[in-house]
């Protein structure tokens, strides 16, 4: 269940919430476009859709116990994402697959459960999406959990950064 929305099963979910993803990104675009501005969609990486190895201590943050109540959804919408990604090229909107960025890395990149990296992780990230001859935006880093995830889990200030 999702506020004030009920789905059969966890696909139908996943579903709705790509193509949300999916609708987001085309009207994103369509504003930018119309203010001159570039615009890039980017799929960020997570830890519940990765083939990354975690050490035993970012595991301890980057998957709470219990575990945190969206990660079983996560798999599956960003599959359907990614299938879907094909919809914003076609549009010409420039899309970056980002699942796998953190993917080499071994250091701890994540500071919390609910997919919210620290400032390592964004300068990876800033690298990748800031380098090449590509217009691109920028990438603020957020030095503690947005609001909506504040209530998921509360990672110490050593973890952030």
């Given at each position: 269940?999702?506020?004030?929305?009920?789905?059969?099963?966890?696909?139908?979910?996943?579903?709705?919430?790509?193509?949300?993803?999916?609708?987001?990104?085309?009207?994103?675009?369509?504003?930018?476009?119309?203010?001159?501005?570039?615009?890039?969609?980017?799929?960020?990486?997570?830890?519940?859709?990765?083939?990354?190895?975690?050490?035993?201590?970012?595991?301890?943050?980057?998957?709470?116990?219990?575990?945190?109540?969206?990660?079983?959804?996560?798999?599956?919408?960003?599959?359907?994402?990614?299938?879907?990604?094909?919809?914003?090229?076609?549009?010409?909107?420039?899309?970056?697959?980002?699942?796998?960025?953190?993917?080499?890395?071994?250091?701890?990149?994540?500071?919390?459960?609910?997919c919210h990296f620290n400032k390592r992780g964004y300068e990876i990230l800033l690298r990748e999406v800031g380098g090449g001859d590509?217009?691109?935006?920028?990438?603020?880093?957020?030095?503690?959990?947005?609001?909506?995830?504040?209530?998921?889990?509360?990672?110490?200030?050593?973890?952030?950064?």
């Amino acid at each position: 269940m999702m506020q004030g929305r009920s789905f059969a099963n966890d696909d139908a979910l996943a579903d709705y919430l790509a193509n949300v993803w999916l609708r987001g990104g085309i009207a994103t675009a369509a504003i930018a476009t119309a203010i001159g501005a570039p615009y890039t969609h980017a799929i960020q990486p997570n830890q519940y859709f990765v083939g990354r190895t975690f050490s035993p201590e970012e595991a301890k943050l980057a998957f709470s116990e219990p575990p945190w109540k969206g990660s079983k959804i996560v798999s599956p919408t960003y599959q359907k994402m990614l299938d879907r990604s094909g919809e914003l090229t076609k549009r010409g909107i420039v899309f970056l697959d980002l699942t796998g960025e953190f993917n080499p890395f071994s250091e701890q990149l994540y500071f919390d459960a609910c997919c919210h990296f620290n400032k390592r992780g964004y300068e990876i990230l800033l690298r990748e999406v800031g380098g090449g001859d590509r217009q691109r935006g920028p990438i603020a880093y957020r030095a503690a959990p947005p609001p909506h995830c504040s209530n998921f889990f509360r990672a110490s200030d050593s973890a952030r950064s």
